[in-house]
Nanobody, 124 residues
Framework: QVQLAESGGGSVQAGGSLRLSCAAS????????MGWFRQAPGKEREGVAH????????YYTDSVKGRFTIFLDNPKNTLYLQMNSLKPEDTAMYYC?????????????????WGQGTQVTVSS
């Protein structure tokens, strides 16, 4: 059974940085994609950053471009999200997700496996 465990969330002032980690129970090399999503109270879930394992390409939602970086450490089976220049609007529960079925599912953000989430709170 695939398990994803997020960590690294916390409280930070605007302009600060956090690095989120997602430890996978299976080889991350075997994934088609992994990604980070977030959901704030009263808001819909939003895809933040996605990493396509085979070609090692990454994609970001416009609001985090230039500030967030997604990267995958396959030997450690861990996905990271480096978040810099954090803003109050980044406050949300952040979830790690993975899929093994192929790029079409990834492009539609139809990830099969999800972690439990880690809270990020950015104060002004």
């Amino acid at each position: 059974q695939v398990q994803l465990a997020e960590s690294g969330g916390g409280s930070v002032q605007a302009g600060g940085s956090l690095r989120l980690s997602c430890a996978a129970s299976v080889s991350t090399y075997s994934t088609s994609c992994m990604g980070w999503f977030r959901q704030a109270p009263g808001k819909e879930r939003e895809g933040v950053a996605h990493f396509y394992t085979r070609d090692r390409s990454s994609y970001y939602t416009d609001s985090v471009k230039g500030r967030f970086t997604i990267f995958l450490d396959n030997p450690k089976n861990t996905l990271y999200l480096q978040m810099n220049s954090l803003k109050p609007e980044d406050t949300a529960m952040y979830y790690c997700a993975a899929d093994f079925r192929g790029g079409d599912y990834c492009r539609r953000s139809e990830y099969a496996y999800w972690g439990q989430g880690t809270q990020v709170t950015v104060s002004s």
